[in-house]
């Protein structure tokens, strides 16, 4: 996709979803959503854009100490090992079958992240309006925080089985161009 989105954040009780907007040259407009949810859930829709609609998987960070993390996937397939297949690659390898050097010339999520240092210090940063959504996880985060240390129970989670499942708007969506659009 060629195209720079439109981006907004949102914050609300369970997370953060950052939607993009992208007008098309036919007129319609290509909408991606996307989501941190707590306590530990990622909801981010194929970048592929394979189909349209509500995402195909969702993915929970497992975190293994203070500087390692495990991400496990789930998803709505049609044929067994459909998940594989979309898994990622550069030149035909997949991420962890890169070269040190190609993972300079390509660099990627892992790369970022790493680059920063093992924990980072947020003092250290510089942060700029495309990290709008981290400041609102960040935020969020605090709250529960102090929700816990107050006795109440953190967003995403309930001890009640009568609450209902939570459903997440992320996914990947094509809206037509209006019908008096030329």
């Not at 509500?54 to 709505?76: C, K, N, Q």
């Not at 050097?101 to 999520?109: K, L, S, V, Y």
């Not at 995403?156 to 659009?181: C, I, M, Q």
């Amino acid at each position: 996709m060629g195209l720079m989105p439109d981006v907004t954040f949102e914050a609300d009780e369970t997370g953060v979803s950052i939607t993009s907007i992208r007008k098309l040259e036919d007129g319609s407009t290509f909408r991606r959503v996307a989501a941190a949810v707590l306590p530990t859930l990622r909801v981010v829709p194929n970048p592929r854009v394979a189909v349209y609609g509500r995402v195909e998987s969702i993915g929970w960070v497992l975190p293994i100490d203070d500087h390692s993390f495990r991400i496990y996937t789930a998803g709505r397939v049609r044929n067994s090992c459909e998940l594989a297949r979309v898994r990622s690659r550069i030149n035909g390898k997949l991420w962890e079958e890169l070269t040190p050097a190609e993972h300079r010339d390509f660099p990627g999520d892992y790369e970022a992240q790493v680059s920063q240092g093992a924990i980072t210090a947020h003092s250290e940063e510089h942060l700029a309006s495309s990290d709008r959504g981290v400041a609102m996880l960040r935020r969020l985060l605090r709250r529960q925080l102090d929700a816990i240390r107050e006795g109440r129970d953190p967003a995403g989670t309930s001890f009640n089985l009568n609450t209902a499942p939570v459903r997440f708007e992320a996914g990947n969506y094509l809206l037509e161009k209006p019908a008096h659009a030329t």
